[in-house]
C-alpha cells in the first residue's frame, strides 16, 4: 500500500515537472555531445599537428644549417612578422602578390560575411579606422541583415511550402501532416543538391588545389555560417575573371542562405518537430493564458470600434461647416 503510494506520488511529480526535467536531459544531452565532439576531435586531428610541427623543426633546423650567417633569432623575428601579416590577409610569396584584398569585389565579398556572419577571417580590417567602421557596420548591419532575411524568408515559405502543403491537403484529400513531411524531404534534397552537391563540383573544377570533399565542406562551412576561413575562394594565383568570380561567390552565399533558412522554417512547421519542442518549453499557468485572451479581445473590440467610428469621421469630414444650431425657446422663437 505504501509503495503504491509513494509510486503514484513520483509520477505525479514527474508529470508536474516534465518540463523541467526534458530540460535538464537537453542541457546534458548538449554538454554530452560538446564533449563528445571534442574527444573526436582531439583523437583525430591532434595526430597531424604533431606531424607538422616535427616538420617544421626538421625544416627549420635544415635551413639554419644551409645558412650559417643567419641566426635563429633572426629568422623567428622574420617568421613571426610573415605570420602576423598572414593573419591580416597578406602574403610575401611570389604566386601571391598579385591578389589585392581591399579592392571593391574583394570588400563586397568581405562585407557579405560580416553581415552574414560568416566571417573566414583571411581578410581583417588594417587599421583603426576599418576596425572602428566594422564595428559600426555591423552593429546596424546584423540587426538589418536579419530583418532583411526574415521578411525574405516568410515570402518565400509562403509559396515554396505553404501553398503547395496545403493545394495537395485540400485538391487531393492528403493527410496535411504527410504531406507536410514529404514536402520538407523533398525540399530539403533539391536544396542540398543545387546549394551543395552542384555548388562543390563547381569549386572543385575551378580551385585548382581543391577535391570534392574540400569544396563539399567549403559550401558547407560557409552557408552554416561558421566560416573557418581555411578554404576561401578566389585567393588562387592568376584567377582568371576573380572580380566576377567574387560577385558570383557573394550572390551565391546570400541565396544558400536563404535556401537554408527556408528549409529550416519549413522542417520548423512540421507537427511532429513541434510537439517535440515544446518538451523542452515552460508551460504558460492557465492565469496568464486567461489574461492574454482577455487582451486579445480587450484588443480586438477597440479596433473594431476604431473601424466602425473611422467611417462616420470621414463622413463628418466630407461635410460642409455647419454653424452650432442655436438654441430654440419654448414658445418656438429662436433666440437672437
Given at each position: 500500500?505504501?509503495?503504491?503510494?509513494?509510486?503514484?506520488?513520483?509520477?505525479?511529480?514527474?508529470?508536474?515537472?516534465?518540463?523541467?526535467?526534458?530540460?535538464?536531459?537537453?542541457?546534458?544531452?548538449?554538454?554530452?555531445?560538446?564533449?563528445?565532439?571534442?574527444?573526436?576531435?582531439?583523437?583525430?586531428?591532434?595526430?597531424?599537428?604533431d606531424l607538422l610541427r616535427q616538420e617544421l623543426r626538421k625544416l627549420k633546423r635544415r635551413f639554419l644549417e644551409e645558412h650559417e650567417c643567419l641566426s635563429e633569432q633572426q629568422l623567428e623575428q622574420f617568421l613571426g612578422r610573415v605570420l602576423e601579416a598572414s593573419n591580416y590577409?597578406?602574403?610575401?610569396?611570389?604566386?601571391?602578390?598579385?591578389?589585392?584584398?581591399?579592392?571593391?569585389?574583394?570588400?563586397?565579398?568581405?562585407?557579405?560575411?560580416?553581415?552574414?556572419?560568416?566571417?573566414?577571417?583571411?581578410?581583417?580590417?588594417?587599421?583603426?579606422?576599418?576596425?572602428?567602421?566594422?564595428?559600426?557596420?555591423?552593429?546596424?548591419?546584423?540587426?538589418?541583415?536579419?530583418?532583411?532575411?526574415?521578411?525574405?524568408?516568410?515570402?518565400?515559405?509562403?509559396?515554396?511550402?505553404?501553398?503547395?502543403?496545403?493545394?495537395?491537403?485540400?485538391?487531393?484529400?492528403?493527410?496535411?501532416?504527410?504531406?507536410?513531411?514529404?514536402?520538407?524531404?523533398?525540399?530539403?534534397?533539391?536544396?542540398?543538391?543545387?546549394?551543395?552537391?552542384?555548388?562543390?563540383?563547381?569549386?572543385?573544377?575551378?580551385?585548382?588545389?581543391?577535391?570534392?570533399?574540400?569544396?563539399?565542406?567549403?559550401?558547407?562551412?560557409?552557408?552554416?555560417?561558421?566560416?573557418?576561413?581555411?578554404?576561401?575562394?578566389?585567393?588562387?594565383?592568376?584567377?582568371?575573371?576573380?572580380?566576377?568570380?567574387?560577385?558570383?561567390?557573394?550572390?551565391?552565399?546570400?541565396?544558400?542562405?536563404?535556401?537554408?533558412?527556408?528549409?529550416?522554417?519549413?522542417?520548423?512547421?512540421?507537427?511532429?518537430?513541434?510537439?517535440?519542442?515544446?518538451?523542452?518549453?515552460v508551460k504558460k499557468d492557465k492565469d496568464e493564458d486567461r489574461v492574454h485572451i482577455i487582451e486579445h479581445d480587450q484588443l480586438s473590440f477597440s479596433s473594431i470600434t476604431d473601424q466602425a467610428a473611422g467611417p462616420k469621421e470621414d463622413r463628418r469630414q466630407d461635410e460642409p461647416?455647419?454653424?452650432?444650431?442655436?438654441?430654440?425657446?419654448?414658445?418656438?422663437?429662436?433666440?437672437?
Amino acid at each position: 500500500m505504501l509503495q503504491s503510494l509513494a509510486g503514484s506520488s513520483c509520477v505525479r511529480l514527474v508529470e508536474r515537472h516534465r518540463s523541467a526535467w526534458c530540460f535538464g536531459f537537453l542541457v546534458l544531452g548538449y554538454l554530452l555531445y560538446l564533449v563528445f565532439g571534442a574527444v573526436v576531435f582531439s583523437s583525430v586531428e591532434l595526430p597531424y599537428e604533431d606531424l607538422l610541427r616535427q616538420e617544421l623543426r626538421k625544416l627549420k633546423r635544415r635551413f639554419l644549417e644551409e645558412h650559417e650567417c643567419l641566426s635563429e633569432q633572426q629568422l623567428e623575428q622574420f617568421l613571426g612578422r610573415v605570420l602576423e601579416a598572414s593573419n591580416y590577409g597578406v602574403s610575401v610569396l611570389s604566386n601571391a602578390s598579385g591578389n589585392w584584398n581591399w579592392d571593391f569585389t574583394s570588400a563586397l565579398f568581405f562585407a557579405s560575411t560580416v553581415l552574414s556572419t560568416t566571417g573566414y577571417g583571411h581578410t581583417v580590417p588594417l587599421s583603426d579606422g576599418g576596425k572602428a567602421f566594422c564595428i559600426i557596420y555591423s552593429v546596424i548591419g546584423i540587426p538589418f541583415t536579419l530583418l532583411f532575411l526574415t521578411a525574405v524568408v516568410q515570402r518565400v515559405t509562403i509559396h515554396v511550402t505553404r501553398r503547395p502543403v496545403l493545394y495537395f491537403h485540400v485538391r487531393w484529400g492528403f493527410s496535411k501532416q504527410v504531406v507536410a513531411i514529404v514536402h520538407a524531404v523533398l525540399l530539403g534534397f533539391v536544396t542540398v543538391s543545387c546549394f551543395f552537391f552542384i555548388p562543390a563540383a563547381v569549386f572543385s573544377i575551378l580551385e585548382d588545389d581543391w577535391n570534392f570533399l574540400e569544396s563539399f565542406y567549403f559550401c558547407f562551412i560557409s552557408l552554416s555560417t561558421i566560416g573557418l576561413g581555411d578554404y576561401v575562394p578566389g585567393e588562387g594565383y592568376n584567377q582568371k575573371f576573380r572580380e566576377l568570380y567574387k560577385i558570383g561567390i557573394t550572390c551565391y552565399l546570400l541565396l544558400g542562405l536563404i535556401a537554408m533558412l527556408v528549409v529550416l522554417e519549413t522542417f520548423c512547421e512540421l507537427h511532429e518537430l513541434k510537439k517535440f519542442r515544446k518538451m523542452f518549453y515552460v508551460k504558460k499557468d492557465k492565469d496568464e493564458d486567461r489574461v492574454h485572451i482577455i487582451e486579445h479581445d480587450q484588443l480586438s473590440f477597440s479596433s473594431i470600434t476604431d473601424q466602425a467610428a473611422g467611417p462616420k469621421e470621414d463622413r463628418r469630414q466630407d461635410e460642409p461647416f455647419v454653424g452650432p444650431q442655436s438654441s430654440a425657446h419654448p414658445d418656438g422663437s429662436t433666440g437672437n
